[in-house]
């Protein structure tokens, strides 16, 4: 009796340190992005970190109360950085998924957009695992688009980069037979450009929640669960109050936040 007397006492005693614990201030929050991903985040000829992504953090973080404080992370590094506190949340094109979300929490998503190959105009490529045999592919190291690759296209010759810009590259000496990444980033920092004029889109576009998520989200740590839902209330009014329809048309003349 005298041991369950004393465990009741010590298990009171624990929730309610815990109940007591103070919430965290979140009057600043870093917010870790790539700065190599045109048009949602870059770093411009003059050093200034700019996209759709920068602009709608800002967005965000006036909806928190917060200031915005940016750190670039290569993209290799993006999650570890998470977990090893040196920002508070993930902008950065971070697709939700089931296999995320085990390790870390996310928001809602803020755009969806689907995956599609690009080729040299005239490329006649067929889409499937005969066709795409002993093909070289390019794609950034460790995205939704690698993980579909591997997963779909086993028979391919896949090659990884650490950037956009230097699969964009590789295509264009014509080290790669083809590239794969997000039609938008595509369309806007390649096709769209003098240096991508020669090169066109080919196939079906590819999504669905099994390796593209739900969308792009905002990442942060689970034991935040007062940011994530900061940030997820954010989003929501930044969309009821047209602030989201504003920064989009500056950056595109589309829709990018999907069904």
């Not at 579909?148 to 980069?161: G, H, M, N, S, W």
């Not at 039609?183 to 080919?202: C, M, R, W």
């Not at 669960?225 to 989003?235: N, Q, S, T, V, Y």
Request: proline residues 3%; glycine residues 8%.
């Amino acid at each position: 009796m005298k041991k369950f007397t004393i465990a009741v006492i010590a298990a009171v005693l624990v929730a309610a340190a815990g109940a007591a614990a103070p919430a965290k201030d979140w009057k600043k929050v870093r917010i870790g992005t790539e700065g190599a991903y045109p048009p949602f985040n870059y770093i411009d000829s003059e050093g200034t970190l700019k996209g759709f992504e920068i602009d709608l953090a800002r967005a965000l973080c006036e909806k928190i109360g917060a200031e915005c404080e940016f750190v670039v992370q290569d993209w290799d590094g993006i999650i570890p950085g998470l977990m090893a506190k040196k920002y508070d949340v993930i902008i950065a094109s971070l697709y939700i998924t089931d296999e995320r979300r085990e390790k870390f929490d996310f928001t809602q998503k803020y755009y969806q957009t689907p995956g599609r190959f690009v080729v040299r105009k005239g490329t006649r490529l067929e889409i499937s695992d005969a066709g795409l045999k002993g093909k070289v592919v390019g794609v950034q190291r460790a995205t939704a688009f690698e993980r579909f690759l591997r997963d779909t296209y086993p028979a391919l010759e896949l090659k990884v980069y650490a950037t956009q810009d230097e699969v964009n590259l590789d295509l264009m000496s014509g080290r790669l037979d083809a590239a794969m990444a997000d039609v938008v980033a595509l369309s806007q920092s390649f096709l769209n450009t003098p240096e991508g004029k020669d090169f066109e889109f080919t196939g079906p576009s590819f999504s669905g929640s099994k390796w593209f998520g739900f969308g792009a989200g905002v990442a942060v740590r689970k034991e935040d669960p007062d940011l994530r839902d900061a940030f997820d209330k954010a989003i929501e009014a930044v969309r009821a109050d047209g602030t989201y329809e504003k920064i989009r048309a500056a950056h595109f003349a589309f829709d990018i936040y999907g069904e």
